[in-house]
């Protein structure tokens, strides 16, 4: 099985230049692009820390994991620790950014592990009101990262940080038209997060609901209700979203073949991954391999 984390993909540590012992840093595009060249960012690239990006002004482009999204005024992308990015932007793209380390928020418990997981949306096109409030406390955050601590401005940040970060789950809750009876309980969380760190060793062994019940020690049915009011969606489907990720990870960015690629996966016939990929990502493996190597070229 191929270790996706050593691939020869570069990986960027953590390495702020304005207050390098905090956890977090806040700073506009434009600022980190006079450190970094645009030819450096658009090559593939990994982060071992979280990276928040609001799009104020111009456009481009930001691919993650060999998706592409689109970034115009209002984009909001959410790039987790070890998903490969790219990215594009054009001359006059700004943006305001935020990052932090994988071990600086607050302790959240069950949610605040899924809003890292890699499987959560990564990009969203905000409202004009959700532009202007999560803007607001992404200016207080600047404020006080700029402002001289007294001793407690790390406090300040970690609470200021937790705020940002329920105001993506909040627009996450609502994109999805969530009631409140479907919100988060502690014994859904906290199964479902158990089950994606199963799925995470288990995806190229087995798709099955029933294997994955049976390892948690719960029913089915548990499992699922779990993932329904985690994700909105099955067990099934995350299991398949996590599959499918793999694949264009393992196609985008190393030379195996497909059938290869299939039997990494648990895939018995390269048909029947062929089939899976394109009922998962609407394209065939080749044509995906394709489109994703010719992307730095465009």
Known sequence: MVDFASLPIPLVPYTPVCRPGLGITVERLSKLLDYISVDVIAAPHRLDFHQILLITDGEGALSIDSTCYPCRRGTLLWVRPDQVIQSFPRPGMEADVLMFTEAFPLRMGAHMAMLNDVLRPSHWQLSDSEFGAFQRVLNLLEEEFRRTDRGLGEDLLKHLLTVALLHIDQMCRARHARTEADFLTSDNGEL???????????????????????????????????????????????????????????????????????????????????????RRVNTTPGAFRNEARAKPAR
Do not use: M
Not at 210 to 218: F, T
Not at 235 to 248: F, G, M, N, S, T
């Open 192 to 278: 479902f997060l158990r089950f994606r760190r199963e799925l995470d060793r288990s995806y190229h062994v087995t798709r099955l609901v029933e294997d994955y019940a049976a390892a948690l020690s719960c029913s089915t049915r548990a499992l699922s209700r779990a993932c329904r009011a985690v994700t909105g969606t099955s067990a099934k489907d995350v299991i398949d979203a996590r599959v499918a990720l793999e694949a264009r990870r393992l196609l985008a960015h190393t030379d195996l073949t497909v059938s290869a690629v299939a039997r990494q996966l648990g895939f018995s016939e390269v048909t029947n991954f062929g089939k899976f990929f394109a």
